[in-house]
């Protein structure tokens, strides 16, 4: 029984690491950008993209960092980069990630230019007291006017990343962000709890004793406020943090919560190619000196591939489905986890129609005990088998 994949990934991640602010709570892999080898960096981002001979892709994410920090020529030469030797018409979503500030009418035409068809902008807020507090630099103004100018150029599949439970937010300040997201009808959003992080300025004030986060119950209150409010809308709640209009779902985050390989390109990147998964070298400087990219984790063992396979999977609204995991594994879902989905549905966490094994709304509130439970213990015998 394998459960490895020969086929090649149809998927790949492009990290753009440059950034022209810092906000107070992001501990991704990003550095200020002024006085950066950006142009350089560019090149031995291609070199590690064309090493690979990929001809064919069914989504392409350029994220960051942010990608529209780059200037609009070096944006070009990347993306022009990118497509040379890629079958375009088997690219079916091609997204990139942008500021709101960053789009200028130049970066917008070469997005266009290279066919990319979804444009992710970082929002976070649109109030303007708060985008402050989190150390954005864009306005409220800026999230309008990007959006105009997008829509002028053709581009309808916008989404918006927005993080709510930030310090000193009040649900009220979660209606009025969700009264304008709506009055945008955009046809995709993403909603993040604040998640505080080590490394970040925001941890540092917390430590200190400085950051004034809403309470668990104000941050579970606002989450069902926005669950509620964005389904009556028409949006469909198709993973945890994600909402769709019909149609927008990303097939990009889908495949990454199907449990599917990818590759990943540029300092930082994770990719997950045969069975293995990676994270090339970072900080840029390593990246860029390191001949071998790539620092490579030991090949996962079926324990391993088993547990992400229900964390990720659980993440959708559809769920699990126990037969296609049966298949997959060579090992059957109740024998493994029966016993743990039945205390689970007792604690009304989980729910099981048929063969779908899906988090209930109560689930959703509490995803980490849920994604705890599906711990296997090292001994289990069924890995044996
Ligand atoms: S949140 Fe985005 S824009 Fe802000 S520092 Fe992090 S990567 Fe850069």
């Known amino acids: 029984m394998t459960t490895m994949t020969t086929r090649k990934p149809s998927s790949a991640y492009v990290h753009i690491p440059f950034c022209s602010q810092i906000c107070y709570y992001c501990d991704f892999a990003k550095v200020y950008i002024k006085n950066q080898p950006v142009d350089r960096y560019i090149t031995t981002l291609l070199a590690e993209f064309a090493a690979e001979q990929i001809t064919s892709l069914k989504t392409l994410y350029i994220g960051g960092g942010t990608p529209t920090a780059l200037s609009a020529a070096q944006l070009d030469r990347l993306l022009s980069g990118l497509r040379q030797g890629l079958e375009m018409s088997a690219l079916q979503e091609f997204t990139v990630e942008a500021n709101p ?25 649109f109030n303007p007291r708060l985008l402050k507090k989190i150390g954005r630099s864009h306005t409220p103004e ?6 105009a100018k997008l829509r002028a150029a053709g581009f309808d599949n916008i989404t918006i990343d927005l993080i709510y439970a930030l310090p000193g937010q009040t649900l009220a300040d979660v209606e009025e962000d969700l009264d304008i997201l709506l009055s945008l009808n955009l ?3 993403a909603l993040y709890s604040l998640i505080l992080e080590n490394h970040t300025i925001f ?24 669950m509620d409010r964005l389904q009556a809308a028409g949006y469909a709640h198709y993973e945890i943090s994600n909402f769709g209009q019909k149609g927008y779902q990303s097939a990009h985050n889908l495949m990454y919560w199907d449990n599917a390989e990818y590759y990943g390109f540029g300092a930082g990147a994770s990719g997950y190619v045969a069975g293995v998964r990676y994270k090339n070298h970072v900080p840029i400087h390593h990246y860029l000196e390191r001949s071998d990219k790539k ?22 609204q559809s769920g699990i489905n126990t037969q296609a995991f049966t298949t997959k594994f060579g090992q059957d879902f109740d024998l493994v986890y029966g016993k743990v989905v039945a205390d689970l549905i007792d604690r009304q966490l989980l729910n099981r129609v048929g063969q779908q094994i899906s ?21 289990q015998n069924f890995l044996l088998q």
């Open 203 to 226: 941890m540092n004030k917390m430590r200190r004793g400085r950051l004034d986060l809403p309470s668990e119950e104000t941050d579970f209150e606002m989450y069902t406020y926005i």
């Open 187 to 189: 046809p995709h959003v």
């Open 142 to 147: 800026d999230v309008l006017e990007t959006i």
């Open 295 to 316: 620092v490579v984790r030991d090949k996962l063992s079926l324990k391993e591939q088993i547990e992400e396979e229900l964390f990720l999977g659980l993440r959708k």
């Open 101 to 125: 500030g960053d789009l200028s009418d130049d970066k917008i035409a070469v997005l266009k230019h290279h066919q990319v068809n979804r444009v992710s902008l970082g929002v976070q807020t």
């Open 359 to 379: 988090l209930t709304r109560q689930g959703l509130l509490l995803g980490n005990d849920v994604f705890q439970a599906f711990l296997l213990d090292d001994d």
